[in-house]
């Protein structure tokens, strides 16, 4: 398996603009995770799928913030308006919550808003 | 979650044990303790975990303390290529949610 894949891998937008982070989970995982990695909060969970429906989203930071996924093969993270403060690494993480304890991470998304 | 504390960072000659403690001592019946590690610029990496036994595999060993309070991560002979952000996170395991609280890590640097 190829592994978790986001794409893309680096974005840069300007303030104000529409974003949209991509994930391919695993294949067979049933768990997602989007969590988001700057110097000053370290990593932070915003939001958890299990089975396509979202189960804890407390860690989403604002209304700006919402995520879909709308099958077991693909997840979504939008940003709409960005903000500069939006500015960090943004990972996708799949778990197989049935078998394995594990979560696998992608390679993440540096998103760059200026 | 219950709360872990790691040291900020820690130095390792390559070839050596490297062993990465972890205070825990708040942790539950039902919670575990994973270790996942954080190479520059990549997602974190799962090594490995446990509930009350020790625990090896092909990356590590996980030795915990007889009370869980505590548990310290193992690299039998580091590498170069080890030198990462390691964090200790406790979270219920098995089918449940699984929710990882990471901290701040410890930053393991190997040095030739």
């Known amino acids: 398996d190829a592994g978790v894949i986001q794409s893309p891998r680096h974005e840069v937008t300007e303030m104000g603009q529409e974003v949209t982070l991509r994930c391919k989970p695993i294949s067979g995982h049933n768990s997602l995770f989007w969590y988001r990695q700057t110097m000053m909060r370290g990593l932070e969970l915003l939001i958890y799928f299990n089975n396509n429906v979202p189960i804890d989203d407390s860690g989403m930071p604002e209304d700006r913030f919402s995520a879909k996924m709308p099958n077991a093969s693909f997840s979504t993270l939008k940003i709409q308006p960005s903000e500069p403060r939006d500015s960090a690494v943004y990972f996708c993480?799949?778990?197989?919550?049935?078998?394995?304890?594990?979560?696998?991470f992608g390679q993440g998304t540096r998103l760059t808003v200026v | 979650d219950a709360k872990t504390t790691q040291p900020t960072s820690m130095d390792c000659a390559e070839g050596r044990a490297a062993n990465l403690p972890c205070n825990h001592s708040?942790?539950?019946?039902?919670?575990?303790v994973y270790w996942y590690r954080q190479i520059h610029s990549q997602g974190p990496q799962y090594i490995i975990h446990g509930l009350k036994n020790n625990e090896t595999n092909e990356m590590a060993s996980l030795i915990i303390t007889e009370d869980r309070k505590s548990s310290t991560l193992i690299l039998p002979h580091a590498t170069l290529r080890d030198t990462a952000v390691y964090y200790c996170i406790v979270s219920i395991g098995g089918t449940s949610y699984g929710k990882l609280t990471f901290g701040q890590g410890t930053i393991l640097t190997v040095h030739p």
């Open positions: 708040t942790i539950s019946g039902n919670e575990y």
């Open positions: 993480a799949s778990r197989d919550r049935r078998n394995r304890p594990e979560s696998f």
